[in-house]
């Protein structure tokens, strides 16, 4: 009960456990792996503007996933983001738009453009 009450004044508990296993996980990939994904991370983190926590953990998650497997592997960091860091980050980031804050914002501009051109089903008075 009480971590319910304390949950709502700092956001869930498990999530914050969860971001903390991942960064632990980065911290042990090779330094290059480390320094590319951590700088992913950072940019994914101000890019993505993403509100949902649960999002955000998978999002970190499959990122940290992906160099670990790389690594693993061996395989080169410019094999996995390309010649344009910024491309790889952005295509990335599309896999979970759905806890992007800006979706909110397309809706209510899309559902505010058909209420003005009276798209929206109701009728209007000239």
């Known amino acids: 009960m009480a971590t319910g009450w304390i949950e709502q004044l700092t956001g869930s508990l498990e999530q914050k456990k969860q971001y903390r296993q991942n960064k632990a996980r980065v911290e042990q990939l090779p330094a290059d792996y480390r320094t590319a994904a951590t700088a992913l991370e950072r940019y994914l ?15 970190l998650g499959d990122l940290t996933e992906l160099f670990e497997q790389s690594a ?20 990335f980031m599309r896999n979970y738009t759905v806890g992007q804050w800006i979706n909110k914002e397309r809706e209510r501009l899309v559902r505010a453009i058909d209420a003005a051109a009276g798209d929206d089903g109701k009728e209007r008075q000239p």
């Open 45 to 59: 983190m101000y890019f993505g503007a993403i509100t949902k926590g649960e999002i955000l953990l998978r999002m």
């Open 72 to 91: 693993a592997d061996g395989t080169p960091i410019r094999s996995i983001v390309g010649d344009d860091p910024v491309e790889f980050a952005e295509t």
